[in-house]
């Protein structure tokens, strides 16, 4: 079981055992609570036959003071006596009420203790006046042991209770030994159900932590790698511009002393080739100028920026990108806003920018039925402009659609990746933003931003930054 799955049951776990400690030491207490009642109400029952047994004594006491001295304030306690010895007798038989055989005994008690207290009344009632008939009562007394039954069936009754009170203190101390017991050994395996999921979850977050670090450094070393491929083709690019402007100088330099030499002829399509050969010349300086200039980017980083036509750029790399359109042409729709139509840019850079998106609309959408692409521009702040980009195409696959800028990422199979890449390259160097979402209609949008010309860095109206393109119209 993975520490993901075991630390959260543990967690869960250890919870119900605090629940079930917390339900122990509630039940605990409350018998505890029992035991020490039980406890209490034994030494109630012990002190209220110690009152019978005082009172008894008492009441004897003041019998015969009484009768041996006339006094009457011995009558009057002992009067006192008896009246608390008959509460005394109902506040014990109330106490021992749950248990049949103690009411039993307290009944039989204070019947033979009626009987004492009405020999004693009787004694006290003939007084000293009349000693000889109260010495013949005490004589009575005598030959009937009334006193020491009771003395006896108070002890008997007080053993009793002192022997359930020894009963239920050593129960009450074992229930509380057991209830120590089992709290702490309960408490005891919470305490390490919680230092294990402690563990496990610390474990699990230095997993993470580590799984972390781990990505990271994939993601570095992939950049490593990006940049390392990016050098070789940075080099690789710097000698084969080199190696190139060789070539494409000497085909100007052919292409213009065939001009020269199509002057002094007398051909009758010398007008056509000859317009034939002057288009071929510039397409030659031009591609040296791109050379150039990118050569330049990679060795320098940085490019020369003037004020350009952003429609003038536009219709240069439509004318470029047509080549791969006249077997299946492409309705092209434009909406390029007047108001921001001069940037600051590298007109060369641009036209590689433009030319990469739109060749590569018209490839995805070479084998659709239907074939249009939309390029529009608006304002988005005070000194951008917006480009947007659409074709009817079958779209991007999601798996490449979150990678597409990368380098060597393509979905051609002759291609090399690098187009795209080059492109966003362009376009952050001239602080601007490259991205692309879903056509609505179908196929692919490319949204990226330039900054416009210092002459027409003023503010505009708010152009929406999503502006709703329907394929092939404005």
């Known amino acids: 079981m993975s520490v993901g799955v075991l630390a959260p049951g543990l967690l869960v776990a250890t919870l119900l055992l605090f629940i079930v400690i917390a339900s122990v030491l509630v039940s605990n207490l409350v018998r505890l609570r029992e035991s020490f009642s039980w406890v209490q109400h034994t030494n109630d029952v012990i002190s209220a036959v110690a009152g019978i047994q005082q009172a008894v004594l008492e009441a ?54 009626v009987m004492r207290i009405t020999q004693m009344q009787a004694a006290v009632d003939l007084g000293p006046a009349k000693l000889p008939q109260a010495l013949d009562i005490l004589e009575q007394t005598r030959i009937e042991p009334l006193t020491e039954r009771i003395e006896t069936m108070l002890s008997t009754m007080m053993r009793g209770e002192q022997a359930r009170l ?68 940075g080099g690789m690019t710097s000698a084969l511009a080199h190696e190139l402007n060789q070539p494409l100088a000497a085909v100007t330099n052919y292409l213009r002393g065939s001009r020269r030499m199509l002057d002094h002829s007398s051909h009758p399509d010398a007008a056509k080739i ?11 300086l031009r591609a040296g100028a791109v050379i150039q200039r990118l050569r ?92 947007v980009i659409a074709d009817c195409g079958p779209g991007l696959d999601a798996s490449i659609a979150e990678r597409i800028f990368q ?3 393509t979905t051609k199979a002759e291609g090399m990746g690098v187009g795209l890449s080059i492109s966003q390259t362009i376009v952050q160097a001239h602080g601007g933003s490259i991205r692309t979402e879903p056509n609505p209609g179908g196929g692919t949008i490319f949204r990226f931003t330039l900054p416009l010309a210092e002459a027409m860095q003023h503010r505009h109206g708010p152009w929406p930054a999503r502006k709703q393109v329907v394929t092939g119209q404005a």
């Not at 003041?62 to 005394?88: C, H, K, M, P, W």
């Not at 209830?179 to 402690?198: E, K, P, R, Y």
């Open 166 to 233: 020894m009963q239920r203190q050593s129960q009450l101390d074992s229930e509380t030994f057991n209830a120590a017991l089992i709290t702490a050994c309960l408490l005891i395996l919470a305490v390490a159900g919680a230092a294990i999921t402690a563990f496990l979850l610390e474990h699990q977050r230095a997993l993470s932590r580590e799984r972390e670090s781990d990505l990271r450094l994939q993601r570095l070393q992939a950049e490593l790698l990006r940049v390392a491929r990016l050098g070789t083709m």
């Open 296 to 387: 330049d980017f990679v060795g320098r980083g940085e490019t020369e920026r003037t004020p350009e036509s952003l429609r003038a750029i536009v219709d240069d790399a439509l004318a470029l990108a047509s080549v791969v359109t006249r077997d299946r042409p492409v309705e092209v729709t434009r909406d390029l806003d007047p108001m921001v139509d001069l940037v600051m840019v590298d007109k060369v850079q641009l036209q590689q920018v433009f030319l990469n998106l739109i060749r590569n609309a018209f490839e995805a959408m070479r084998e659709q039925s239907e074939r249009k692409l939309f390029v529009g521009s608006g304002p988005v702040e005070a000194d951008m402009v917006e480009v």
């Open 60 to 113: 004897e006491s003041n019998e015969r003071a009484f009768l041996l001295t006339g006094i009457d304030a011995y009558a009057a306690d002992f009067g006192r006596t008896r009246d608390q010895l008959v509460s005394r007798f109902e506040s014990l038989r109330a106490l021992v009420s749950d248990n049949g055989d103690q009411v039993a005994s307290v009944d039989a008690l204070r019947a033979v203790a």
């Open 407 to 409: 380098p060597f990422s």
């Open 274 to 284: 000859g317009s034939a050969l002057d288009k071929a010349a510039q397409q030659a």
